[in-house]
């Protein structure tokens, strides 16, 4: 059975391509599935994104389509940058000038003052329009400067709990343990076997497969 990821992420392509890799699923990215359109994400929240961005997907394909949204929320910034984390310095802003913004509003704010959190909220859903919804997030702080290569996003500049590496310096499979996205994925994972089955007895999965 195919099912695709409403992204065009190539790190998030990756990443969840590997936390999927056990169910055993054919997993494709929006750019293997086909000329689609663009998605304009202009929820209010992380969930009204994700559930768009699957929704328009699965519509558009005949797949089952899963979608995240997630971002990085900064307590002394108000929750800032949220849903606007991916264009943070602008609409095309590079992961680089999005955390460098960053780091520039925090200049001067003390290391006990520094606490953020990852948010990721995934959606599954079918081109009927069902959908299941899973949580997750990771807590930690921003760093005063960047490091590591590994990883995406803020990845650089955030410290999850209990480590002094930030996320760029950790290994996919040690990210892929804590990670918001990890987390929501795997209460995703809880949920599809028995959404999948039902998607596939109303003949979806061999009028696709074909």
């Known amino acids: 059975m195919r099912i695709v990821l409403a992204t065009r992420n190539r790190g998030k392509v990756s990443e969840l391509q590997a936390l999927l890799s056990d169910l055993g699923l054919e997993i494709i990215s929006m750019d293997q599935a086909g000329d689609l359109p663009e998605i304009i994400e202009d929820g209010l929240t992380f969930q009204d994104n994700a559930t768009k961005k699957a929704m328009e997907v699965a519509r558009a394909t005949g797949l089952m ?43 001067g ?11 990721c909220v995934m959606v599954a859903c079918t081109p009927e329009g069902e959908c299941v919804v899973s949580h997750g997030t990771c807590e930690g702080s921003i760093t005063t400067e960047p490091r590591g290569s590994q990883g995406f996003g803020y990845d650089p500049v955030f ?24 987390k929501a994925l795997e209460a995703l994972k809880k949920k599809l076997e028995d959404f999948i089955r039902r998607f596939q007895s109303h003949g979806h999965s061999k009028k696709h497969q074909a």
């Open 65 to 107: 389509a899963i979608a995240d949204d997630s971002g990085l929320e900064v307590d002394a910034l108000g929750g800032r940058p949220g849903v606007f984390s991916a264009r943070y310095a602008g609409e095309n802003a590079s992961d680089e000038e999005n955390y460098l913004k960053l780091l520039q509003e925090m200049e």
């Open 109 to 119: 704010i003390d290391s006990d003052q520094r606490t953020a959190r990852f948010r």
């Open 159 to 182: 410290v999850p709990a209990g480590d002094r590496r930030t996320m760029a310096e950790l290994t996919r499979q040690e990210k892929n343990r804590i990670s918001h996205r990890g």
